[in-house]
């Protein structure tokens, strides 16, 4: 079937073999597809959809577009996704958690979207850091180390890369068979072995709704197994940051302070994690075990140490996890009070997210520069009480003006009332198949 055949019978609604949509995947990445028949393929999929195996050959189809790497490693090679949200750093404690039980993580991350942060940005925020490598470079920091966090480079999924580009502009972003596929043929190109998907709600993800939410969990895990992959999936709530601060060198001094507390949502939400990717991999045969494994890892300071590492390996300071406030670049705090007295009722986690962008701790164009130092620190959490008067964060900028900019931003994005409310759980629900 040429590309123009396939087309017609997507829009029209007919059958479409998986062999003719790889096809069509491979001609993206060659360039044999051109611009015009990307868009019109994009909006056939946002009018009609595509079943699942249509799902699993355009995911299969834009992963072989470009290099898929495998590895020969004494231990399971497993990874996870987030689709984002605000203050979410799971990653940065997941990845070395798991490195130090014995598996090998190559997390290759994104920047910045919207107003949620990016890994990638968080961990530039660390003098010296690098996150574009060569695949070797990769490679022997991942079989060195067992984790690493880098950007992706062109020969990842080109396919992929060519039609979220063209769809960027023609209005077919948010099609479900599309970010299902674009998500995991990037994820599926790095060799893994088991993956899990962290899918966020609440008001500071990128997507909020919770059937939405459902939807796009139901189809990235029957996808990713139907290519293969074991995969399972978690809602988890965004209703606040998962760490009391937004922005890049905030939230990396609030990951070593969680590495030094060993509790909080974070930590919470990256042991779930963890333990359903072990299980997945048969890297333990109960949860229970993986699930020890890790607390122990974080209480005898293995995954500290393991995150230390990471960060030598990619350029940063040595001793970074040993003095990492002398290393950390925070601009000078000023504080942001409660204007009433009441209990913390709910916050706009995407209203926070856009207040560290707007001060320039992220990018509102793509080649924008970011100054990593600035942010919303000390986040005070839904259910606490506070006085009229009392710190309820502080903001991190370089001018008092803006400071004072700031407060009344925030105090209209977190919403105080009188009574104490219900606190969300972390953990929405698992989907497994």
Known sequence: MNTRDLIQCLREGKPISSKAIKTFASGLGNDMVSDAQAGAFAMAVCLRGLDDS?????????????????????????????????????????????ASVGAFVPMISGRGLGHTGGTLDKLEAIPGLKTKFSEQQFREIVADVGCAIVAPNSDIAPADQRLYAVRDVTGTVRSLDLITSSILAKKLAAGLQALVLDVKTGSGAVMQDLDE??????????????????????????????????GNAVEIADVMRSFDSKSGPIIEVAVALGEKLLVQANAFYTEQGARDELLKCLEDGRAKTKFGQMISAQGGPKNFVERWDDYLNIAPAFEILAPVDGYIQSMDGTALGEIVVEIGGGRQREDDQ????????????????????????????????????????VQKAILMGKKSPEIPPLIVEWMSD
Do not use: F
């Not at 299969?60 to 984002?84: A, C, E, N, Y």
């Not at 996808?223 to 940051?241: E, F, R, W, Y």
């Not at 839904?382 to 803006?402: E, F, N, T």
């Open 370 to 409: 970011i100054d990593y130092s600035v942010g919303l620190s000390e986040i005070s959490s839904i259910g606490q009480k506070l006085q009229q008067g009392q710190r309820m964060a502080l903001v991190h900028c370089h001018d008092s003006h803006i400071a004072a900019h700031v407060e009344k931003s």
């Open 213 to 246: 939410c459902r939807a796009l969990a139901k189809s990235l895990v029957a996808t990713a197994n139907g290519a293969g992959c074991p995969t399972s999936a978690v809602i988890t709530d965004m209703s606040q940051p998962l760490l009391p601060s937004v």
């Open 54 to 98: 249509g799902r699993v050959a355009l995911t299969l189809g834009m992963r072989d577009s470009g290099q898929v790497l495998s590895w020969d490693l004494p231990g399971k090679v497993i990874d996870k996704h987030s689709t984002g949200g605000v203050g979410d750093s799971v990653s940065l404690i997941l990845a070395p958690m798991l």
